[in-house]
């Protein structure tokens, strides 16, 4: 039997989307939650998973950094597909009759829930967990006097017995997460793909980045996704991920890749996947 | 007497940053710690503070977005200046006898430090708190079973009797973190200046961000940071954020700045400021 990993413990996002994009797939594979996203990466690494899923970017907080700088570290493993979760998140408490003091979630959720909480809850104390489901536990577990509100996906509280006090909290209602899926053997073109290139520009930063878009437009592919990390070797030099249409298989897609070749001084093809549409 | 905010409490890099930021300025102010970076912008626009220092960018994790998304609201103020401190991180426990159960600090010093921890304390929990000085808080009034390392500043040690287990564990020696100034009046130019630029492309993401940079390539105006931040309403749709050098008073600047008014939807100087150094 296959092992898919994902971000643990049960009832996070990662495990929902794994959920349901397996339903649609038509593979017959065992889910196992890891604690963390280094360890996730790791289990992949030591051929103790087949694939694993992880979320890359969302559409208020952006990329899950994380998870982008494990990516240009992929050995032998590749991008082979992507998909979109919609985001709904819930406040959930132990005891509906108790006043809030606490409230607590990972820090994404805390963050794109930032104005309801200001409005609503301007007072308590806000934690973060390393997941939404590792805050459920602690809550499940905790006896102490504050009274802690959970943020989180509704099936948090059938599984923890909690009350949803109230639903669909985040601030802005087009709330979704993009996720990866990553494996061992790299895609065939279907006609309708996306792929996900890592490069480092030339000194020149001003210049050497233009440059290289410039080779993407010249031949109209179409970029969805740009976004910088640092290098972390020393501050202003850094790392771009871009997301453009089109299969490193493909004609002209494989000779523009030739040329941006010339004009980076680090290039790699991290994948290419079917469109996992919005 | 102005106050100037900080995010606090005492014993934060940022409050180190403006302290140390303050001692080659001759200015009069008090220093004000805020709980939140969102307190912080709050007291800076209804005028409780006349100035506020923020941490941008560190070079190991990037971009502090929180802080990234409120300089697109900045109203009637800007950025005047930026600093960059040096970033130690030192392991601290309160009783040098025992052995570190749980690991707890802001999450950006816990990534800056991932690779000593996996090496050193692979099977402690790690938890997250809002800033350093607040997880130092939190351990000193602990009295449970558990046994907490903090990851922060030395200061730390001392404010809180607590003993240094070991000294400069970030991953990188090069980290570095760079603070914004935030204020009322915008600055004359130097001769020696950044400015920061906020935009947003025209739909076509591809050609559009390329056309925006060739304006600043075509008059050698050389950018130093390059990030992008998710618009918020929707997957794909991004704001960039470009320090290059020049004043926005600078002729050459801002003929180029009106160039790139035309090719972009939505375009904003934060501010233009002498350079920091490295």
Chains 1, 2 share one sequence.
Do not use: W
């Not at 996070?12 to 959920?19: C, N, P």
């Amino acid at each position: 039997m296959n092992l898919f990993g994902f971000l643990g413990p049960k009832g996070t996002f990662s495990e929902i989307a794994l959920k349901t994009y397996l339903k649609n797939e038509d593979v017959d594979v065992e889910c196992m939650g890891y604690a963390s996203i280094d360890k996730l990466f790791l289990a992949l690494d030591s051929k103790r998973c087949s694939a694993i899923i992880v979320p890359v970017e969302n559409s208020v907080e952006g990329s899950v950094t994380t998870v982008v700088d494990h990516l240009i570290k992929l050995n032998d493993t590749f991008i082979t597909a992507e998909f979109v979760l919609k985001i709904e998140h819930n406040l959930m408490v132990k005891d509906e009759s108790k006043s809030i003091t606490d409230i607590i979630s990972h820090y994404q959720p805390i963050a794109q829930c930032r104005h309801y909480l200001e409005s609503n809850y301007p007072d308590v104390d806000l934690n973060n967990a390393e997941s939404t489901a590792k805050a459920a536990d602690f809550v499940s577990d905790y006896n102490g006097d504050k009274v802690y509100g959970v943020i989180g996906h509704e099936s948090l509280a059938k599984r923890y017995g909690f009350n949803i006090m109230d639903r669909n909290i985040n601030d802005s209602k087009e709330n979704v997460t993009r996720f990866f899926i990553i494996s061992r053997k790299p895609t065939e073109p279907t006609g309708n793909d996306k792929s996900t290139i890592v490069f480092s520009t030339m000194k020149d930063q001003s210049g050497s980045l233009a440059n290289v878009l410039n080779e993407f437009q010249s031949k109209s592919i179409n970029l969805t996704h740009i976004s910088s990390r640092p290098t972390k070797t020393s501050l202003g030099e850094y790392l771009f991920y871009i997301d453009c249409e089109g299969h490193f298989q493909d004609e002209i897609l494989s000779e523009v890749l030739k040329l941006v070749e010339k004009k980076t001084s680090y290039i790699k093809c991290l994948g290419s996947y079917k469109k996992g549409g919005k």
